[in-house]
């Protein structure tokens, strides 16, 4: 259904539109003169000011995976985060544990492990779909590079970013 | 004779020339700083003291581009258009006087005795560079830009054209340096208050010099592109306008003639209601060469401040619809500016000095 | 000096009225109309002539030109560009052409109108602006109302035209 909007009627003098005009004139050089003499303090100076301490607990920064308190890297290579991640950015090689390991039964580790961070969205679902508590978005938001290749972060890249996660649950610790 | 002439002519085209582009640099880093402290930021501050060598940044950036020229262009015309888009807003200064006298030269290039018509003939060639370059792009955006400007550009030169009929009606002379020496005689157009405020006959003439200034800064406004006037080159409705399809110098171009175009219009508001050079109580350039320098300050100070106007009105009012631009401009200000001349003929008939 | 400016003046303004002529495509040969108006009015101030050589860049190059292109860019007219040159057309249009111009060049010769010497002007520098206004608005004051009216007459009748058109 159409909808007809009626236009206020305006008066003389508003519809001159002078008033107006000198109104928002006034509006503007206020907020000029109070930013050129540092009235108004909203711009934060990037690199030598950070924001970093004002960040929120759930800042979705950098996708990082994580060691445990035990150093074991937590993941399984599972491969549902690679499956679910939207841009496609998450590429994952497993391995086989050798039967020796202490954590033989898990079975799979992440030979290689590579986000793109040129495709990343920075979406959280793969810390979201993750059974493992193994990746984590950190609060890492500067991220550069020279080439194309810098931009994706490998294992070890990865493992830096993430560093230990402490009261994640241990359960291949206790389980047979 | 013919030859001093020659060299003190060039002598002053190039100092001009270099004052001119100068200040276009510096008008685009004052336009970026200035909206940045009007929306409560900063600005580039980054190049050198608080960014001042931005415009040297920003022109090799613009040198430095991939100068690509689109496959579906009309290649003549599409470079043909961004130095007619300049060439116009330059050569009008050529008469327009920006001091006094310096070691008894007189400080214009050339005082001819049409002067103002010059002004309006080679304005109104501006157009050329925006409607070619909306039709050679050959695309949609650019060429509907070309047009709105071609439109918005003839409607506004009227009331450009009437608004001043009142100065000239008043001083009898096309003549802009006519025009300034009239004001130092008798006051400033619009401040009658300088020199013999006493008179009340000025007070009576202010009236339509005052609408006049007004009608005529507006379509100034008009003429040069900017908001709350800028259809052309809308970017919410045409993308860029009739510069979409250019990257690098020849965008550069379009860009920094705009603001010749700004500092060629303040000038000419200058010249004609805001007393040229002068100041009251400061002498001229025939008191010695460092009073001539003072005057020329002078101009371009008053040149600067009008520039402030200009970003300031930018930063401040939204877009005209084209309607309503073009009901302004024919209904209203036409009008205006042709009672303003009834006014100004009666007042100067009926009311002697 | 004026002589070379004179020639370098008339070169451009038969230079690029020619062109208007010789392109085929309408944009160039409007734009090459702007151009000749330039060398016109250039030619119009080396005489000193500055109020009618203003006018014309004025009203000719800067109104009358930009609306022409404003027309023709709106009709898109590409239909010229692919015309094929008739050559019986293009070689009649020559020789008549020639033939004026060999009939004018004669007349002008045997014109003894054209042979009068013309004395230098007493002041050199007249102020054209005030001349032309004075004479229009004294001796030819009631044709200049008369005119106007009539151009007045012109558009109120396109406007009536177009707007009966609309409906
Ligand atoms: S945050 Fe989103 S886009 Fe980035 S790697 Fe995880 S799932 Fe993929
Ligand atoms: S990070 Fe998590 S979801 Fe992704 S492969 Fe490893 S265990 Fe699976």
């Known amino acids: 259904m159409a909808i007809t909007v009626s236009r206020p009627k305006l008066n003389w003098s508003e519809r001159l539109y002078l008033p107006a005009i000198a109104a928002g004139m006034a509006i503007t050089i206020k907020h000029f003169k109070n930013m050129l003499f540092g009235r108004t303090k909203v711009t934060m100076q990037y690199p030598e000011e950070k924001w970093d301490s004002h960040m929120p607990e759930h800042y979705r920064g950098a996708p990082a995976l994580v060691r445990d308190d035990t150093g074991r890297v937590r993941c399984v290579a599972c491969q549902l985060c690679e499956f679910i991640c939207p841009p496609r950015a998450i590429k994952i090689i497993p391995g086989e544990i050798p039967a020796g390991d202490r954590f033989a039964k898990v079975e799979k580790f992440p030979h290689e492990f590579d986000i793109d961070m040129i495709r990343c969205i920075y979406c959280g679902l793969c810390e979201e779909v993750c059974p493992e508590q193994a990746i984590y978005l950190r609060k890492d938001y500067a991220i550069t590079g020279f080439t194309r290749a810098d931009m994706v972060h490998n294992k070890e890249k990865l ?16 389980k047979k | 004779m013919d030859y001093f002439f020659l060299t003190i002519s060039l002598v002053k085209i190039v100092a001009l020339l270099a004052v001119v582009l100068g200040m276009m640099n510096y008008t685009v880093y004052a336009e970026r700083r200035i909206s940045a402290l009007i929306q409560d930021r900063l600005g580039p501050n980054r190049v050198g003291p608080a960014g001042l060598f931005q415009p040297i940044a920003d022109a090799a950036k613009f040198l430095l581009k991939e100068d690509f020229t689109p496959g579906h262009v009309n290649k003549f015309y599409y470079w043909l258009a961004p130095c007619l888009a300049m060439i116009p807003a330059i050569t009008t200064l050529a008469v327009v006087p920006f001091g006094s006298t310096l070691f008894g030269v007189p ?23 925006i409607v070619i370059a909306g039709w050679s792009s050959n695309s949609k955006y650019p060429f509907l830009g070309g047009v709105r400007s071609t439109s918005q550009m003839i409607s506004y030169e009227l009331s450009l054209g009437l608004a001043v009929i009142p100065v000239f009606l008043l001083i009898g002379q096309l003549r802009l340096s006519e025009v300034v020496r009239y004001q130092i005689e008798h006051g400033w ?165 | 000096m004026s002589a070379l400016l004179f020639w370098i003046f008339a070169l451009i303004m038969l230079g690029f009225g020619a062109a208007v002529v010789i392109n085929r495509n309408p944009i160039a040969s409007a734009l090459s109309l702007v151009m000749c108006f330039m060398g016109l009015s250039s030619l119009f101030m080396s005489l000193d002539a500055f109020f009618i050589g203003i006018i014309q860049v004025l ?53 003894s109108a054209a042979k009068q010497p013309f004395p230098p002007l007493s002041s050199p520098k007249v102020d054209d602006v005030h001349s032309v206004g004075l004479l229009l608005f004294s001796n030819y004051n009631l044709p200049f109302q008369i005119i106007g009216v009539l151009v007045l007459v012109a558009t109120i009748g396109v406007i009536v035209l177009s707007k009966r058109e609309l409906r």
Request: aromatic letters at 18%; a negative charge.
């Open chain 2, 107 to 129: 400080m214009v290039i050339a005082d001819i005795n049409v002067g103002v018509l010059f002004v309006f003939a080679i304005a109104s060639l501006g157009v050329y560079g």
């Open chain 3, 59 to 111: 009203v000719y190059a800067g109104a009358v030109m930009v609306l022409f292109l404003f027309i023709i860019m709106l009709l898109d007219l590409r239909v010229e560009t692919r015309r094929k040159t008739n050559v019986v057309a293009v070689g009649g249009g020559a020789v008549v052409a020639l033939a004026f111009f060999i009939q004018i060049f004669f007349v002008i010769g045997q014109l």
């Open chain 1, 159 to 174: 493992l830096e970013i993430g560093g230990v996660m402490h009261g994640v649950v241990l359960k291949w610790n206790e």
């Open chain 2, 189 to 353: 157009m619009i401040a009658p208050f300088v020199g013999d405020w006493a008179n009340p006959h000025k007070w009576l003439l202010a009236i339509p010099m005052m609408i006049s200034f007004v009608v005529f800064t507006i379509a100034i406004f008009a003429e040069t592109n900017r908001l709350p006037f800028d259809l052309p080159e809308a970017e919410t409705e045409l993308v860029g306008g009739y510069h979409t399809e250019y990257g690098s110098m020849k965008f550069g171009l379009f860009f920094l003639g705009e603001y010749v175009a700004m500092i060629t219009g303040s000038a000419i508001i200058v010249t004609l209601f805001l007393g040229g050079w002068h100041f009251p109580s400061i002498p001229d350039g025939s008191h010695g060469w460092g009073w001539g320098l003072v005057n020329i300050f002078i101009f371009f100070s008053k040149v600067a401040v009008l520039l402030f106007v200009f970003i300031w009105v930018r930063w401040t009012l939204p877009r005209f619809r084209y309607d309503q631009l073009m009901r302004l401009g024919w209904v209203f200000f036409f009008e205006i500016a042709l009672a303003n001349i009834f006014l100004a003929a009666i007042i100067l008939a009926y009311f002697p000095q």
